[in-house]
């Protein structure tokens, strides 16, 4: 019979995925890293990079209007060392403002001008383009409390008023070579309008507007150190919260432009665009996909790799192991192609293999002259055995002292003992061997249990025990299968419960059960088995316990030579016992009905 092909195993964790976790734990470990400590960083350098672009904008801002006073101061020094000013102011050249400071006739870019005696009244003003003038501008205490009308001394400053912001420079009026004592003060006003601030804006990258309130410190604009720059207009604060831009929209500051005394005379407000920021953010939302993309395309590229290189050379493996297992007679080997880890493992493999093939071909041979010397043996010795025990029968017939009646009993008792040790032995070896025969014939299930009791009825007299046989109704009259082995079964067990029971008496009983199937069963009175010895009891050389051998001998063969006959027959053998109560044997063989 072919034994059935071993179920196809299924690893619990495979390789690919350990591979899986893995990639995922890598990912996890990389983002982690990321986000905890590069994200970190890169977030700060790029707010470094914001900031420094935002200083380097301030700058150009603070430049720019810079360069707007620088152009006026060149300009009230052209018209300030001037002849016709100094001559203005000497009161010898009264035409000079008609001339040169009235509405189309200045070429110059301001909008106001103005002359100043040295007790710093307004001598003359003019309003050279149709703006509104603030009053401070010709007020000359306030000029000189903004540090603009000081003796000797040019000047400039932002003043407030009117409808926006102004840039104003004083200067002293001398002669055009810069002689002789200075009569008075020519000063410049223009208008920082809309259209100035906007190309500024547009010449900076920034935004700006005026703020109209000139308090200290710009109301919720906290004052950022890292900005403070010293410019031409005096001290430059720069207010604002640059230190962490969000990059969702543009850096609010504001820049004060400050007198010497520290009080704002002008505040811009400027909005810078974050491009750098937002640029980041973007940059590293790609970098965090990237990473991610490169940590799938990694982890699926292993699994391919390992599908390729690994997994298919382990399921050829298996694949061949299998057939080997189903095939164990088979001279096939693993396949060996190859130079890799694989290929060395199927060289050791294929090694194992053949050393195991010798050494099972060695022992077959070492069983088979085993069973063949067990043979000869157990010949050998039934034969001589026959004799003694045919001789002990025909003395049987003489006429026999009583001493010599029992001396025969016992010789014909240690003969049976020894006939039946040889035959158990010679049984064992033939199953060792793989030789049991199973031949099926046509017989009658009834008439089997008799045959099997007749025997065995002399010794239950002898222990004065009952010997009956019951059979069901739904018993066919005629089945197919092997009587031989099953008259063996039987006689086994019958033979062993007529032999360990004192009192009472054994009863077997045939019946049929589900699947086309006779269940036997031999069920005795006797001192029964514990559940230790239940366990052991169909093993070679088990007896149910020590004190069995010493008061009943045997080999401890018959029930695991029971039990091999019912696996050949395709049966089950079961056994019921409590201490004390007796024991049950039960025998299920599967049939097939005589036609």
């Known amino acids: 019979m072919t034994s059935a092909p071993p179920p196809a195993d299924c690893a619990r964790f495979p390789l690919s995925r350990k591979v899986l976790v893995f990639g995922g734990l890598c990912i996890a470990a990389i983002f982690g890293a990321y986000f905890l400590l590069f994200d970190p960083l890169l977030e700060s350098a790029f707010q470094e990079v914001e900031r420094d672009l935002a200083v380097q904008r301030i700058e150009r801002v603070v430049w720019q209007i810079d360069q707007t006073a620088r152009q006026q101061s060149y300009l009230l020094l052209d018209n300030a060392n001037w002849n016709d000013s100094f001559e203005f102011l000497a009161g010898r050249l009264p035409e000079h403002i008609a001339d040169n400071f009235s509405p189309g006739t200045s070429t110059s870019n301001q909008d106001f001008v103005a002359f100043f005696d040295k007790n710093h009244h307004p001598v003359a003003t003019?309003?050279?383009?149709?703006?509104?003038?603030?009053?401070?501008?010709?007020?000359?205490?306030?000029?000189?409390?903004?540090?603009l009308l000081e003796e000797g001394k040019a000047a400039s400053a932002f003043i407030g008023g009117g409808d926006g912001l102004w840039l104003v420079s004083a200067r002293p009026v001398l002669r055009s070579d810069g002689s002789g004592d200075s009569p008075g003060w020519l000063l410049f006003g223009r208008k920082l309008d809309d259209n100035f601030i906007e190309e500024t804006a547009v010449n900076c990258g920034v935004t700006l507007k005026p703020l109209s309130s000139l308090s200290a410190t710009p109301p919720g604009f906290p004052e950022l150190s890292f900005f403070t720059a010293t410019q031409r207009l005096g001290m430059c604060k720069v207010f604002g919260s640059a230190d962490n831009p969000e990059g969702n929209g543009p850096l609010v500051l504001a820049v004060a432009f400050e007198e010497t005394v520290g009080f704002p005379q002008a505040i811009l407000q400027v909005e810078i665009p974050t491009s750098v920021f937002a640029?980041?953010?973007a940059l590293r939302d790609r970098l965090a996909i990237g990473l991610l993309v490169?940590?799938?395309?990694?982890?699926?590229?292993?699994?391919?790799?390992?599908?390729?290189?690994?997994?298919?050379r382990v399921r050829?493996?298996?694949?061949?192991?299998?057939?080997?297992?189903?095939?164990?007679?088979?001279?096939?080997?693993?396949?060996?192609?190859?130079?890799?880890?694989?290929?060395?493992?199927?060289?050791?493999?294929?090694?194992l293999i053949t050393n195991a093939r010798e050494r099972a071909a060695e022992a077959v041979r070492a069983n088979k002259e085993k069973s063949d010397f067990v043979a000869t043996i157990t010949h050998d010795i039934r034969s001589p055995l026959n004799g003694i025990l045919g001789f002990a029968e025909i003395l049987r017939h003489e006429p026999l002292t009583k001493s010599q009646s029992e001396m025969l009993d016992q010789i014909e008792r240690c003969g049976k003992t020894i006939l039946s040790l040889a035959g158990n032995v010679l049984d064992l070896s033939r199953i060792e061997a793989g030789k049991i025969e199973v031949t099926e014939m046509r017989f009658n299930p009834a008439d089997l249990v008799g045959e099997v009791l007749a025997p065995l009825r002399l010794e239950a007299e002898k222990k004065n025990l009952y010997l009956e046989s019951t059979t069901g109704k739904d018993v066919p009259l005629h089945v197919f299968s092997?009587?031989?082995?099953l008259r063996q079964i039987l006689t086994n067990l019958a033979g062993n419960a007529v032999k360990f029971t004192a009192t009472g008496g054994v009863t077997v009983s045939v019946a049929t059960a589900p699947a086309s199937a006779l269940e036997f069963e031999v069920r005795d009175t006797g001192p029964g088995l514990s559940e230790d010895a239940r366990s052991d009891l169909f093993r070679p050389f088990e007896q149910g316990g020590a004190d069995v051998y010493s008061r009943h001998?045997?080999?401890?063969?018959?029930?695991?030579?029971?039990?091999?006959?019912?696996?050949?027959?395709?049966?089950?053998?079961?056994?019921?016992?409590?201490?004390?109560l007796g024991a049950t044997f039960r025998v299920r063989i599967p049939y097939r009905p005589a036609a």
């Open 126 to 147: 003019s309003v050279l383009m149709p703006v509104q003038v603030p009053a401070g501008l010709a007020d000359g205490a306030a000029l000189v409390r903004a540090g």
């Open 482 to 485: 092997d009587p031989g082995r």
């Open 294 to 312: 490169a940590g799938c395309s990694i982890t699926l590229a292993g699994l391919v790799l390992i599908e390729i290189f690994i997994a298919r």
């Open 553 to 580: 001998g045997g080999s401890g063969l018959g029930l695991y030579i029971c039990r091999r006959l019912v696996d050949a027959l395709g049966g089950k053998i079961e056994v019921e016992s409590t201490p004390g």
């Open 279 to 281: 640029s980041a953010n």
């Open 316 to 351: 050829q493996l298996d694949n061949d192991l299998r057939t080997l297992a189903r095939n164990p007679d088979s001279a096939g080997l693993l396949d060996e192609a190859g130079d890799d880890e694989f290929a060395i493992l199927a060289r050791s493999a294929n090694r």
